[in-house]
């Protein structure tokens, strides 16, 4: 049985590049990515930089959106979440362990 915890949604259209989606470690709980419509999609996360170790790779049937869940606690990325390929895909939303991070607001 899983614990009860805060999640953070991390919305973000961001292509590859090198600077991180989120810069803490974090655990990624969910994700959910939208299909361009113009084919079928690839989405690649990575930690430590876009070209570190690949965590996540996802395909992404054309004109759709993919919500995965992933079970007991998630998929930890030690050094951040990078993205090192995005590919007909609109934008995607990272569901995560709650952390602090820039534009974020005490509460």
């Not at 995560?96 to 005490?106: C, I």
Request: with cysteine.
């Amino acid at each position: 049985m899983g614990f009860k915890g805060d999640i953070q949604a991390t919305r973000s259209a961001a292509a590859a590049g090198a600077t991180a989606i989120i810069d803490p470690p974090i655990r990624l709980k969910a994700i959910s990515v939208a299909s361009d419509g113009v084919g079928a999609g690839v989405l690649e996360l990575t930690t430590t930089s876009n070209s570190g170790t690949t965590l996540l790779y996802v395909d992404v049937p054309n004109g759709d959106v993919l919500t995965l869940n992933f079970p007991e606690d998630g998929i930890v990325f030690p050094k951040g979440i990078y993205c090192k390929t995005k590919t007909n895909v609109t934008a995607y939303t990272l569901f995560t362990d709650k952390y602090s991070g820039s534009g974020l607001t005490a509460g």
